[in-house]
């Protein structure tokens, strides 16, 4: 790599083009002008030692050019963030609905209850499915905006769980409480899988629902603890953690 | 005398949009017409030049194509749209107004 491609490959990393084409284009564009001015050093009699000082004088700091180049092109970006949001949400609530009706499909066979019935029921438990993708989905934008401070990490799920309690306590004052331990599941259970050791992001998923069952075992389930929302949320988890890996594989140019 | 950096950035758009308005250009072609018009006073940082085209390009200010020139070259030129002549109309008569107010200010602050 010459000088001339490591100033140009510094613009393009930190310029966090929106997309392929702009890229090219920035990355061409910019290479034909450093070509230019290092042949105009060169035909000035210049070394190249010279004429390379000659171009990063002239062309200024990578760092400054990128920036500019951020600022301008900052509303696709954003948009692109927003849309790239959009999908992940969207196919990570698709993702648990489907775990959590087969695993109450499976539950509902052994038990000689009707499939139908149980999956009729289902839209009941709207606001668990949208806790668990709130949950896990907040962890994940905390990891990815913050992946240096643990604390920071975890501040969009806890400024996230904070108004969940308070809108789940308004809107659904008698069954809140299972919601925001879903909640709660998803984001340790998140948190967990970045341990490296093993099904130790059970404990995740396990842990917030373990407190609140022996804390308040009979609101949630009788004193019986509630395996099958526990195995829901785990498969739940594990999917979620397919959808997220897939979503960085897909959109790889954003998480190079 | 070399101009301040600052007071460079402030107007770059402005001669961006009048050196298009006379003929299209390339990057690099720009700034050394710069250079050359205001006799080596000109001295920015020549990397900046593009996010200011690409900005102007996306305000529909400018169009641009690439072009193979007589060496082999491929380089992007640069054209004003219409939308780009008007705004070079309009920030022209934006700087004359603007310059000829400080111009009073300073002479009558020197007299």
């Known amino acids: 790599m010459t000088h001339l491609d490591r100033i140009v490959s510094r613009v393009i990393l930190l310029a966090k ?15 034909a002008h450093l070509d230019d001015l290092a042949e105009e050093a060169r035909s000035q009699g210049y070394d190249d030692e010279a004429a390379a000082r000659i171009v990063r004088m002239r062309f200024g700091q990578p760092e400054e050019v990128a920036a500019a ?9 954003l948009a692109k963030r927003i849309l790239q949001s959009a999908i992940l949400v969207t196919a990570s609530t698709v993702a648990v609905v489907v775990a959590i009706g087969t695993v109450q499909s499976i539950a509902a066979l052994c ?26 989905c907040s962890l994940y934008a905390g990891e990815r905006l913050f992946p240096t401070s643990l604390a920071r990490t975890l501040l969009p799920s806890v400024t996230l769980g904070l108004w969940l309690a308070a809108v789940f306590g308004w809107l659904i004052p008698q069954h809140g409480a299972l919601p925001l331990v879903a909640f709660m599941c998803a984001a340790f259970g998140r948190l967990l899988q970045r341990v490296e050791i093993p099904l130790v992001w059970l404990a995740g998923t396990g842990g917030p629902l ?36 897939l979503f960085e594989r897909v959109f790889v140019e954003d998480f190079a | 005398m070399p101009i301040d950096r600052e007071l460079l950035k ?9 050196l298009l308005s006379e003929r ?26 593009y996010p200011a085209l690409h900005q102007l390009h996306k305000r529909g200010y400018l169009r641009s194509e690439w072009r193979t020139g007589e060496n082999g070259k491929q380089r992007k030129y640069y054209s004003l749209t219409a939308a780009g002549r008007k705004a070079a109309r309009r920030s022209e008569q ?3 107004s603007f310059t000829k107010v400080v111009n009073s200010i300073l002479s009558k602050a020197h007299s």
């Not at chain 1, 083009?17 to 290479?31: F, Q, S, Y």
């Not at chain 1, 022996?214 to 959808?243: D, H, M, N, Y």
């Not at chain 2, 700034?31 to 006073?41: F, G, K, L, T, Y």
């Open chain 1, 17 to 31: 083009l929106p997309g392929n084409k702009p890229r090219c284009e920035v990355e061409k564009e910019l290479r």
């Open chain 1, 69 to 77: 180049f951020a600022s301008v092109y900052a509303p696709e970006r």
């Open chain 1, 111 to 136: 038990t000689a209850n009707s499939i139908i019935s149980t999956l009729r029921d289902i839209h009941r438990e709207l606001f668990g499915f949208a806790a668990i993708v709130a949950g896990y």
């Open chain 1, 210 to 245: 373990l407190i609140a069952w022996a804390l308040c075992g009979p609101l949630i389930s009788g004193w019986q603890f509630p395996w099958l929302v526990w195995l829901g949320l785990t498969i739940s988890c594990k999917a979620l953690r397919e959808i997220v890996r």
């Open chain 2, 10 to 18: 402030g107007s770059i758009a402005l001669l961006i949009l009048k």
């Open chain 2, 24 to 49: 299209d250009m390339y990057g690099y072609e720009i700034i050394q017409e710069s250079v050359h018009r205001s006799q080596d006073a000109f001295e920015f940082k020549e990397g900046t030049l």
């Open chain 2, 94 to 96: 934006e700087w004359f």
